[in-house]
């Protein structure tokens, strides 16, 4: 009787494990590249928004997926030369995008005007972030954006536009 049991409780699990390696069968991939309109061939950091929108940080800008074609923004600013590089993403609760770059600091998406705003780092300012090389974004459960830098740590509030550093003290070379 208990060796029925067994027998019975394996052939359903073997069952189940077939029925679940066939669901797999439907999944497909498509590629994507810079003649597709990616702005560069390497990928950082991928977000889908709560619109659906993909989100597709390269070493080479942004790009924004729609399924269909792809939307390229320049984040960057234009007088120093360089291609700007998304090291990381997050939406936070109340669905707004937030970028954040190898050089060019943290980056917050407007939807109704289709553009960023910049927060970068000021030597002469003590609100502002303590690097503009972003490694890391997170918000808290009470809407605290946390950004951690090359440099440290960063608490942003954004309903107050408030933001306080708790750097490091390494004094070597970033």
Do not use: K
Request: some cysteine; aromatic content about 14%.
């Amino acid at each position: 009787m208990y060796l029925n049991r067994r027998m019975t409780a394996l052939f359903y699990l073997l069952v189940l494990a077939l029925a679940s390696l066939h669901g797999q069968s439907d999944l497909w991939f498509r590629n994507y590249y810079i003649e597709d309109g990616l702005p560069h061939s390497r990928a950082r950091a991928i977000i889908q928004d709560s619109v659906g929108w993909i989100w597709i940080g390269t070493t080479g800008g942004l790009a924004r997926f729609d399924g269909i074609s792809f939307h390229n923004y320049q984040l960057g600013f234009p007088d120093n030369g360089s291609l700007t590089t998304v090291s990381c993403r997050w939406e936070d609760s109340y669905s707004r995008l937030w970028i954040g770059t190898e050089s060019d600091g943290l980056l917050l998406f407007n939807r109704s005007q289709d553009r960023f705003e910049h927060f970068i780092h000021n030597d002469t300012s003590s609100n502002c972030i303590g690097s503009n090389y972003v490694t890391s974004i997170v918000s808290d459960s009470s809407g605290i954006l946390w950004v951690g830098t090359n440099r440290g740590l960063n608490r942003f509030d954004p309903s107050t536009g408030f933001l306080t550093r708790y750097l490091t003290s390494y004094s070597g070379t970033w």
